[in-house]
Nanobody, 122 residues
Framework: QEKLVESGGGLVQAGGSLRLSCAAS????????MAWFRQAPGKEREFLAAVSWSGTSKTYADSVKGRFTISRDNAKNTMHLQMNSLKPDDTAVYYC???????????????WGQGTQVTVSS
């Protein structure tokens, strides 16, 4: 069974930081790209960041570039999203996703976690 599990969400004040994690297991391929998306109530799911298998290729949405950092540890089958300078508009459910090909396109990703809630208060 393929499985992606997010953790690290919670409540934080504006200007604060959180570190999200995603643990992957049971995937049907040995190499894969990983990405983070988020979805606020009443809004479409949006792309945040992606990282290639090697970790050398990364891309970010303009809304989070300079504030968020994506990374991965293939020895532990994990991915992280370090989020700094958080704003109330960052409040959303954050999702981990996996695909064989590195991209920033939501519809390309085949495997998804259940999400973790991030709430930023003012």
């Amino acid at each position: 069974q393929e499985k992606l599990v997010e953790s690290g969400g919670g409540l934080v004040q504006a200007g604060g930081s959180l570190r999200l994690s995603c643990a992957a297991s049971g995937l049907p391929f040995s190499r894969y790209a990983m990405a983070w998306f988020r979805q606020a109530p009443g809004k479409e799911r949006e792309f945040l960041a992606a990282v290639s298998w090697s970790g050398t290729s990364k891309t970010y949405a303009d809304s989070v570039k300079g504030r968020f950092t994506i990374s991965r540890d293939n020895a532990k089958n994990t991915m992280h999203l370090q989020m700094n300078s958080l704003k109330p508009d960052d409040t959303a459910v954050y999702y981990c996703a996996v695909d064989r090909i590195f991209s920033a396109t939501l519809r390309n990703y085949d495997y998804w976690g259940q999400g973790t809630q991030v709430t930023v208060s003012s």
